[in-house]
């Protein structure tokens, strides 16, 4: 019985620490919704590593040249239905360091053709600052030696186009496509990358567990309740009746 009591309080004390969460979540995506409308900035030559926290989703343009040379593929991707990776190379900046930019995804069927290497001279990007992602358990560890990654892990990516000797700061900006859907099927045919769309990619599951935690906490308390109308007719029943 004093389990059973117990849970109810529990379970809404959850449910509410839920419900503020989701408020949180909420305001952060709305914030960063704000932040990715702002106009693009334009990166100094060399980068202030400990801000860049504070611009992640902030819309960057970049002009430099590639370099082919350290490409890195993130595998495995699907962009609707499409098996395929995506192609990180650094952009060697015309105004100062390297830096890592996810280009975007190319199909398994088109990888081989090698179009992404084949743009040459200056180019311009438009994209969004970003940070390491974490790994979980399920995600396998990067193996740069045998060009094998499989989540970004900025430090590691810099490091392997050169690190701090060759100019390459551990900066990652994903590349954005804002074009439709029919020209960034062209674009997928011809094996060249397509960026992500300009678009917040924050999960936000609070709402499902708010529910869940309070339902939960109802459920048990009826439980609750009816074990104790039980309990006082049995006791009711077990009162011995004098004449």
């Known amino acids: 019985m004093v389990v059973v009591g117990i849970i109810p309080f529990f379970t809404f004390a959850l449910g509410t620490w839920q419900l503020k969460r989701l408020k949180w979540k909420i305001g952060l995506i709305d914030e960063l919704e704000e932040k990715l409308q702002l106009a693009p900035l334009t990166l100094p030559g060399k980068i202030n590593l400990s801000v860049i926290p504070e611009f992640v989703y902030r819309r960057v343009v970049l002009k430099g040249k590639w370099d082919r040379d350290h490409a890195m593929i993130l595998m495995p ?19 100062g360091s390297t830096v890592l930019v996810d280009r975007g995804f190319v199909s398994k069927e088109e990888l081989g053709s090698g179009a992404f290497l084949q743009e040459d001279g200056v180019v311009e990007v ?20 045998d060009g094998k990654w499989y989540w970004t892990d900025v430090e590691a990516m ?68 009816r074990l104790l109308v039980n309990k006082r007719r049995n006791a009711g029943k077990r009162m011995p009746r004098f004449k």
């Open 126 to 145: 438009i994209g969004m600052l970003r940070t390491s992602q974490k790994r979980n358990s399920f995600t396998p560890a990067n193996q740069p030696e």
């Open 77 to 95: 991707r699907v962009r609707e239905g499409v098996h395929g990776v995506n192609i990180v190379m650094p952009l060697v900046r015309e105004n």
């Open 158 to 225: 810099a490091n392997y186009a050169g690190g701090e000797k060759a100019g390459v700061q551990p900066v990652f900006v994903e590349q954005i496509f804002e074009g439709h859907a029919g020209e960034a099927n062209t674009l997928i045919e011809r094996g060249i990358p397509v960026g992500r769309p300009p678009t917040i990619d924050l999960r936000n599951s609070h709402l499902s567990y708010v529910i869940t935690w309070y339902a939960l906490s109802g459920v048990t308390a009826l439980m609750f309740a």
